[in-house]
């Protein structure tokens, strides 16, 4: 059996959590908000300094992944990833970044990959991400929605599942 039990209100479409290494979790919202969450009061805050999402449909800020190496000694990968779906005029693009954890607030955020082709916003962006234990992180891409060929082309990202290395 199981329970459920409200540990935070106010959010309106999250998507994704992290759980920090202290019991609080940080959460995306598809408007584009990362918010620190405190289990232990209910309290969220809204952390500044996330770039703006093109938040159509299923588009935002998607999926949220801690370095694996988050909380060491030093600091050095005290790293957050996130995907989103980045703005191209009309059009939105799936995209890949990062941004330093300090303390209780965001660093700057630090571009990583996006997809090759943007395409009309609002649908099937994919973007989760896992770690691998080699150290490099997957990020999926979803096949867009609107050019169902595209998943099958070679020379597209689109429905693919992309591998990226530290460099």
Same mark, same amino acid.
Do not use: C
């Given at each position: 059996?199981?329970?459920?039990?409200?540990?935070? *209100?106010?959010?309106?479409?999250?998507?994704?959590?992290?759980?920090?290494?202290? *019991?609080?979790?940080?959460?995306?919202?598809?408007?584009?908000?990362?918010?620190?969450?405190?289990?232990?009061?209910?309290?969220?805050?809204?952390?500044?300094?996330?770039?703006?999402?093109?938040?159509?449909?299923?588009?935002?800020?998607?999926?949220?992944?801690?370095?694996?190496?988050?909380?060491?000694?030093?600091?050095?990968?005290?790293?957050?990833?996130?995907?989103?779906?980045?703005?191209?005029?009309?059009?939105?693009?799936?995209?890949?970044?990062?941004?330093?954890?300090?303390?209780?607030?965001?660093?700057?955020?630090?571009?990583?990959?996006?997809?090759?082709?943007?395409? *009309?916003?609002?649908?099937?962006?994919?973007?989760?991400?896992?770690?691998?234990?080699? *150290?490099?992180?997957?990020?999926?891409?979803?096949?867009?929605?609107?050019?169902?060929?595209?998943?099958?082309?070679?020379?597209?990202?689109?429905?693919?599942?992309?591998?990226?290395?530290?460099?």
């Amino acid at each position: 059996s199981f329970s459920i039990e409200r540990v935070a *209100g106010g959010l309106t479409n999250p998507w994704a959590v992290a759980f920090l290494p202290d *019991g609080r979790f940080l959460v995306s919202e598809r408007s584009g908000q990362l918010n620190l969450i405190d289990p232990s009061s209910g309290e969220a805050t809204r952390l500044e300094g996330m770039p703006e999402v093109n938040h159509h449909g299923q588009g935002g800020l998607l999926d949220v992944v801690l370095h694996p190496d988050f909380d060491n000694a030093d600091g050095d990968n005290d790293w957050i990833y996130f995907t989103w779906s980045k703005p191209d005029g009309s059009n939105s693009r799936a995209a890949l970044s990062r941004v330093k954890w300090q303390g209780n607030e965001l660093g700057d955020v630090e571009h990583l990959f996006e997809q090759d082709r943007a395409s *009309g916003p609002g649908r099937h962006y994919g973007s989760r991400l896992a770690w691998l234990p080699d *150290g490099t992180l997957l990020m999926s891409i979803g096949d867009r929605g609107s050019e169902p060929p595209r998943a099958q082309a070679n020379d597209d990202h689109a429905g693919s599942t992309v591998r990226l290395t530290a460099t």
